[in-house]
């Protein structure tokens, strides 16, 4: 049995690293909604710039993508089903969630985002270890892959 322990082990770490992927995703979600809400230019907030409104969406969408797919790896692991792929697919998903979201927040708060009075800074070294800790992206995709043939056989 020492196998599926060392797999179950590796499952619960990759979602426990996709749940802090959707933190920090969010995180930098958050505190970009609110600076964005805050600092003007042109005499009108910067949430009012198209460029900013598009950068909010698309880090707002990849949160709630990568969310879902970690509740669903989490749920799967709960009822202890075999859940490698679905854990691979939260952790790669809320962890460049996470660095896409970090380095969208460093453009939208611009200088402010390398001062240490905004936690941006904090995301945005913290974001690229996520993608290494408990196997990297790219060996997640190559699970992945490996387990959608294995359950599609022909």
Same mark, same amino acid.
């Given at each position: 049995k020492g196998l599926? *322990?060392?797999l179950a082990g590796l499952e619960l770490g990759r979602i426990n690293v996709a749940a802090r992927g959707v933190g920090v995703a969010r995180a930098c979600l958050e505190e970009? $909604? $609110?600076y964005a809400q805050t600092r003007e230019t042109f005499g009108k907030p910067i949430? *009012?710039?198209q460029t900013i409104q598009i950068k909010l969406a698309d880090m707002a969408t990849k949160v709630e993508a990568a969310r879902l @797919?970690? !509740?669903q790896a989490a749920a799967a692991y709960d009822q202890g089903k075999r859940c490698d792929m679905e854990a691979g697919? %939260?952790? @790669? %998903?809320a962890t460049? %969630? %996470?660095l896409e979201n970090a380095t969208e927040a460093m453009r939208i708060h611009g200088a402010y985002g390398y001062s240490p009075e905004y936690n941006i800074e904090r995301y945005y070294r913290d974001a690229p270890l996520l993608c290494i &800790? !408990? &196997?990297t992206n790219e060996l997640q995709r190559l699970i992945i892959a490996k387990? @959608? $043939?294995e359950r599609s056989p022909v």
């Open positions: 599926s *322990q060392i970009s $909604v $609110v949430c *009012q710039h @797919l970690t !509740e697919m %939260a952790k @790669l %998903a460049e %969630a %996470a &800790g !408990e &196997g387990q @959608l $043939v």
